[in-house]
């Protein structure tokens, strides 16, 4: 049984630029969350897609969005990449309103 | 809104002691806890949940969690630390809103052990 999968493993950016990040689910569920962890603190949630759309968002800017496919893995793209945009964003994925979440190994981003 | 504070951010325990990881929640609703632990350079790891049924929840790896409800905290326990066990642990609360079930996390307490 795949658990939630991400890539790329690591990615460098300079400022200015775009990234797109990308998630696979865990077999059966259908609901994905992305989260930014920065160094040394807890993550932050960004946003949750259900069902093609966006059903939930922390407190990040529009230069923050997503998308999710109908075989439900989704895409995290950060527009206009600032310095403090370096972080593990980390993908998690569930069924529509059940309790738990299961992350993926997350994605290490580097703006320069 | 929903909160977790965890107290302290380093813990340092000798191989064989007792591990305590303190965590305190704020929540409007009656909230779903959680405990994940992250190893270096990879994804949090599910240790254990409350949700509502028993207040002492066993979970993997000989961790134990008390929900109470009183002093609202749910503090992470383990008789016994393994060298295994340092790892950066975060606490986490959901209210599974009809809107998602988003986690609010704390800051995290990383924990060393000595042999």
């Known amino acids: 049984d795949a658990g939630v999968t991400q890539s790329p493993t690591h990615l460098i950016k300079t400022r200015g630029q775009q990234v797109t990040l990308r998630c696979s689910p865990k077999?059966?569920?259908?609901?994905v969350s992305w989260y930014q962890q920065a160094l040394g603190q807890g993550p932050q949630f960004i946003f949750q897609?259900?069902?093609?759309?966006?059903?939930q968002r922390g407190n990040f800017p529009d230069r923050f969005s997503g998308h999710q496919f109908p075989n439900y893995s989704s895409e995290l793209n950060v527009n206009a990449l600032l310095l403090g945009d370096s972080a593990l964003y980390l993908c998690?994925?569930?069924?529509?309103?059940?309790?738990?979440?299961?992350f993926g190994p997350g994605t290490r981003l580097t703006v320069l | 809104a929903q909160s977790v504070t965890q107290l302290g951010s380093h813990v340092s325990v000798s191989e064989g002691a007792l591990v305590l990881l303190r965590c305190n929640y704020s929540?409007?609703?009656?909230?779903?806890l959680f405990w994940y632990v992250q190893y270096p350079n990879q994804g949090l790891q599910l240790l254990l949940k409350?949700?509502?049924?028993?207040?002492l929840v066993k979970g993997i790896n000989g961790f134990e969690a008390e929900f109470k409800k009183s002093e609202t905290s749910f503090h992470l326990t383990k008789p016994s630390a393994h060298m295994s066990d340092a790892a950066e642990y975060f606490c986490?609360?959901?209210?599974?809103?009809?809107?998602?079930?988003?986690?609010?996390f704390g800051g995290g307490t990383r924990v060393l052990v000595k042999p």
């Open positions: 998690a994925s569930s069924l529509y309103l059940t309790d738990t979440q299961y």
């Open positions: 409350y949700t509502s049924a028993a207040t």
């Open positions: 929540s409007s609703v009656p909230p779903y």
């Open positions: 077999s059966g569920h259908d609901t």
């Open positions: 986490a609360v959901s209210d599974l809103k009809a809107a998602g079930n988003k986690l609010t």
């Open positions: 897609y259900y069902e093609e759309e966006e059903r």
